[in-house]
């Protein structure tokens, strides 16, 4: 089992605007962990810093090991990554090839392109593990838009990340997609730690095992799905008073829409 992922005060400002002040959660292998909030609440902030993507101040402990303040490559090599809301692969690549440029066999470009005698076992597991096992010959991008966050994922995979942070990953998936993801990032938090940045709160409330609510940079609350929606600040700041319709609104509108939404509600 990995180390858990214990962030403690975490601040990040920007020109002496505070994005993120001073934010503490935790997550565990064997739990899907989701911070949730408002557009600009500061959840993609959070993993940046966590990344190295941005400067940040208190701490970011993967087991013992501290990340905050290390460079990005290094935070990667401590088996922490990262998926973005646009998915990052080579879209001109086939399946097998992206994993092997993420498993890093060191192949020529030459060589990508020949014929293969075998696939690495890592590379394997994943394509089984994200559903792509039957995909491995097509190009990247012509996959859907659900496959090609899996591939992501997957690349993660061979990489053997400890720590799996996941940007929106089923922004933009169909219902199925979006199902078909939630029990993958199930089975892979067997063993590691899944963090989720989400808007969808349907997704949310299928999936997520704890959740932590930011607003204004700041925690709002945390707890089960459960625990976090019967908070009354929760349902005033966020959710909305006016229960499953608000919160679906929220999850696709933009923040001022969605505010203006709330208030005609209440």
């Given at each position: 089992?990995?180390?858990?992922?214990?962030?403690?005060?975490?601040?990040?400002?920007?020109?002496?605007?505070?994005?993120v002040?001073?934010?503490?959660?935790?997550?565990?292998?064997?739990?899907?962990?989701?911070?949730?909030?408002?557009?600009?609440?500061?959840?993609?902030t959070?993993?940046?810093?966590?990344?190295?993507?941005?400067k940040?101040?208190?701490?970011?402990?993967?087991?013992?090991?501290?990340?905050?303040?290390?460079?990005?490559?290094?935070?990667?090599?401590?088996?922490?990554?990262?998926?973005?809301?646009?998915?990052?692969?080579?879209?001109e690549?086939?399946?097998?090839?992206?994993?092997?440029?993420?498993?890093?066999?060191?192949?020529?470009?030459?060589?990508?392109?020949?014929?293969r005698?075998?696939v690495?076992?890592?590379?394997?597991?994943?394509?089984?593990?994200?559903?792509?096992?039957?995909?491995?010959?097509?190009?990247?991008?012509?996959?859907?838009?659900?496959?090609?966050?899996?591939?992501?994922?997957?690349?993660?995979?061979?990489?053997?990340?400890?720590?799996l942070?996941?940007?929106?990953?089923?922004a933009?998936?169909?219902h199925?997609?979006?199902?078909?993801t939630?029990?993958?990032?199930?089975?892979?938090?067997?063993?590691?730690?899944?963090?989720?940045?989400e808007?969808?709160?349907d997704?949310?409330?299928?999936?997520?095992?704890?959740?932590?609510?930011?607003?204004?940079?700041?925690v709002?609350?945390?707890?089960?799905v459960?625990?976090?929606?019967?908070?009354?600040?929760?349902?005033?700041?966020?959710?909305?008073?006016?229960?499953a319709?608000?919160?679906?609104?929220?999850?696709?509108?933009?923040?001022?829409?969605?505010?203006?939404?709330?208030?005609?509600?209440?």
């Open positions: 089992m990995s180390a858990s992922l214990v962030v403690t005060d975490l601040r990040v400002e920007f020109s002496g605007f505070v994005a002040g001073g934010v503490s959660f935790d997550a565990h292998p064997g739990e899907v962990r989701f911070l949730i909030g408002p557009n600009g609440a500061g959840k993609t959070c993993i940046d810093a966590i990344t190295g993507l941005t940040g101040t208190g701490s970011a402990k993967l087991g013992e090991k501290e990340l905050l303040g290390k460079q990005v490559h290094k935070i990667v090599r401590l088996g922490v990554g990262r998926t973005f809301q646009t998915a990052s692969v080579f879209d690549l086939t399946v097998l090839q992206n994993l092997d440029i993420a498993a890093g066999l060191h192949r020529s470009s030459a060589s990508l392109l020949r014929a005698r075998g690495d076992p890592s590379i394997e597991h994943a394509l089984e593990e994200t559903g792509l096992a039957g995909e491995l010959a097509t190009p990247a991008g012509i996959l859907s838009h659900g496959q090609k966050q899996w591939l992501e994922i997957a690349m993660l995979l061979v990489q053997d990340a400890k720590v942070l996941l940007d929106e990953p089923v933009g998936m169909s199925d997609e979006r199902t078909a939630g029990e993958l990032l199930q089975r892979i938090a067997a063993k590691r730690i899944v963090l989720v940045v808007h969808d709160m997704f949310m409330r299928r999936f997520a095992t704890r959740v932590t609510v930011l607003h204004q940079g700041k709002l609350s945390q707890g089960t459960a625990e976090v929606q019967a908070d009354p600040q929760v349902q005033e700041v966020y959710l909305g008073t006016a229960g319709a608000t919160t679906a609104a929220m999850s696709v509108v933009p923040e001022p829409v969605a505010e203006t939404l709330k208030l005609t509600e209440d």
